[in-house]
């Protein structure tokens, strides 16, 4: 696999293969995983009991500062290349395991090759698209039927934040017109009996420290975008200060309980009901698992 790559808002025209890594993300065509087991933090209709099955890609196209997964985020280098087959391999071998769903975490970048694995797949699980948001519309309608549940994150209604912080000062329009183009795709969420997501669009806004405007602009944008109730929206303050901050003293402390509990009734009271927020005893390391290459080997 060769090609010239614009497949997300980058459009970066760099040249991928097995053997080249380029563009913003730094990675090569083909994916690589640096872990694929099941996974308990995500939100209990993704997670249940079980787990959900997840496999965390390594690059991203964003370059969030703040990055609680940047051991793997910044360069495609870490986890090991998987062909095409392994992958789909991978994922039959989770769903064989018991997992929830397929949770595709940071695939963006990889979009080709997880497209493949995943045309002609009977899994019988949802496939969980676990993105930043940050996605070409176009790129996403490529996925059309192979996803059932997209779980895209919300980062900023601020422009100026997002390029400080994610090098993406185009982030609010880009993320806006994806999530649009992902719940056109689904419509609106359907739950098992069991409580677990069937299909639909479930909307993260991680709090930054100080920046109440940025959240109350994405309690704004799923609000004012979507049908009450056709959504899920997961308002977290799990947000925690990683090292390699110093350029960046406003990120260098947590959430305080002022900060949540102001957005929690402002998200209430713009009328969000259907989905989850974080008490702050959530923000810690804990939920990071170790990058070790489990289920890749």
Known sequence: MEYICCDCPRRCAALRSAENSGGVCASPAL?????????????????????????????????????????????????????????????????????????????????????????????????????????????????EGLVQVYMPDYKYSVSSLAGRYSAAADYPEVADAAIREMFRQ????????????????LIRHLILPGETENAMGAIDFVADSFPRRSVLFSLMSQYTPMPGLEAFPALRRRVDAGENEHLIRYMHACGITDGYWQELSSATADEIPAFDGTGVE
């Not at 995983?33 to 959900?52: D, K, N, V």
């Not at 998987?82 to 989770?94: A, F």
């Not at 019988?124 to 676990?130: C, S």
């Not at 689904?186 to 669009?201: A, K, N, Q």
Request: hydrophobic share 35%; glycine share 14%.
């Open 31 to 143: 994916p690589r995983i640096a872990r694929a087991a099941p996974h308990f933090g995500e939100e209990p209709c993704i997670s249940g009991t079980r787990g959900a099955g997840t496999i965390f890609f390594s690059g991203c196209n964003l370059r969030c500062v703040f990055c609680q997964n940047r051991e793997i985020s910044r360069g495609g280098g870490a986890g090991r290349a998987v062909s095409v087959p392994e992958l789909r391999d991978i994922m039959l071998r989770l769903r064989d395991d018991g997992v929830h769903c397929i949770d595709l975490v940071t695939p963006t970048h990889y979009i080709r090759a997880v497209r493949q694995a995943l045309e002609g797949l009977s899994l019988g699980i949802p496939v969980v698209w676990n993105s930043s948001g940050y996605e070409s519309v176009e790129s996403l309608r490529s996925l």
């Open 186 to 201: 689904t419509g609106p969420y359907r739950l098992g009996e069991d409580g677990l997501l069937l299909s639909g669009v």
